[in-house]
Each structure stands twice: as C-alpha cells, then as structure tokens.
C-alpha cells in the first residue's frame, strides 16, 4: 500500500526567507503532483513531475522529484504573504488512483 | 482548457435526506472521475474511482448504498449521498481524467482536474 508523507505539517515563516517541504513516499512511482489549497477552497494544481530528476519552476516556487529516493521537494524562496495555503503532495499510484499526504499548513509572516 | 464544474457548491439538508452532487467536465471529456472527501484540515481522501459507462470502483470502507456514484456520460459524473446523517457533513470534491492532454489535445495524460467542491452540511 502506497503511504505518502509530507513533512513539516505545520510551518510558520517570516516574509523573504526561504524553505523546504518534503514529501516522502512508500512504493515506486514516476509521477508526483504538488496542489495548492486556500481555505474553503478546492485544489488548485501546482506541479506535474513526470520523471526521476524533473525540475520545475513558477514564480518563486520550485518542485523537485527524484525517484531513486522517492523524494519529492517543493522549495519557497522569499516567501510572500500571498503564498500561505495549504500545500499537499499527491502520487499516482498506478491503476489511475492518487494518494495524497497530509498536506503542510504555510502560514507566512510579514 | 481542463476545466470540472461541480453543483451545487454548498448544500444543507436535512438528516434522513438524499442529496445529489454534480461534476461536469465542460471541455474535455473524462474517461474516468474520482470522488473525494475532506474533513476540515484533513487530506483528501479517495471514495471511488468511476468510469463512463460502468459501475464505480469504491474504496475499502465507504458503503457503496450510501454513496451511490453514477457516471452516465464522458462529461458528468453524479454522486448522491442517500440517507444522509450529521457525520456525513464533508467537503466534497471531483476530479476528472481525460485519456488525453485536454490543452494540446495531443498525447495521453494521467493528470486529474479538480472540481470546486461541494460542501454538504446535514443537520
């Protein structure tokens, strides 16, 4: 059964810094999606990773995946108040199903 | 392009009472539509796995007769919550998969697109 987990759950930061979430799964798979959610709100898709070492970029955040170590990142760099949501990665684990993890609640700071 | 309607956006009902939801891909068509639940700061969590045309695939511990999940074409999927009790109050949220990239139209695509979600309150 494949788990994903994403870690920190909660993060707090101050406005300008930079930071990491990660997020770990269980089996193998080659496609990894990061979604973005504000309060009462649905998923807004973020990032489709596809293939062991596929970087991507949009503003000022950038998502990683590196299969090898089951390993996805999605890196924030001079955060901006704007950027507090929810953040949840999700893995696709084949016969067409997505497991997410538990997302990681950013509240950015000014 | 790639984009999932749901309808109605909110609802209160009644305990005892059914209430349908609807998921519409509006310009694409989905091979295949997901439900999903999220309780308040929780994850989404996957009720079933439906295609056009068959019966929907439910995941371990959500009752099939409660949750009656109902894909009558390659744009609309429904999902009615029947008998619907207090705890049954969720956020609920569609996907929809095209067996092709709905942008390029070109080349085949695993990508799900959300829906807006519904929030069902029962009382």
């Known amino acids: 059964e494949l788990k994903v987990e994403q870690n920190p759950l909660f993060l707090s930061m101050q406005e300008g810094k930079n930071y990491t979430i990660y997020c770990n799964y269980s089996t193998t798979s080659d496609r990894l999606y990061w979604y973005r959610q504000d309060p009462g709100k649905s998923l807004e898709s973020l990032f489709v990773?596809?293939?062991?070492?596929a970087v991507k970029q949009e503003g000022r955040l950038m998502a990683s995946l590196d299969t090898k170590a089951r390993l996805s990142t999605l890196h924030i760099t001079a955060a901006v108040h704007d950027l507090s949501a929810t953040y949840f990665c999700a893995v696709d684990e084949g016969a067409q199903k997505l497991v997410f993890g538990q997302g990681t609640r950013l509240t950015i700071n000014p | 392009g790639a984009v999932v309607s749901q309808h109605p956006s909110w609802v209160i009902c009644k305990s005892g009472t059914s209430v349908k939801i609807e998921c519409r891909s509006l310009?694409?068509?989905?091979?295949?539509m997901f439900w999903y639940r999220q309780f308040p700061k929780q994850s989404l969590m996957l009720m079933a796995t439906s295609n056009e045309g068959s019966k929907a695939t439910y995941e371990q511990g959500v009752e099939k007769d409660k949750f009656l999940i109902n894909h009558a074409s390659l744009t609309l999927s429904t999902l009615t919550v029947t008998s619907a009790h207090p705890e049954d109050s969720s956020f609920y949220i569609c996907?929809?998969?095209?067996?092709?990239?709905?942008?390029?139209?070109?080349?085949?695509?695993?990508?799900?697109?959300f829906g807006p979600g519904t929030r069902l309150t029962v009382t």
């Open positions: 310009d694409f068509q989905a091979t295949t």
């Open positions: 996907s929809a998969r095209a067996g092709w990239d709905p942008t390029t139209h070109r080349g085949h695509t695993y990508e799900q697109y």
């Open positions: 990773l596809l293939s062991n070492g």
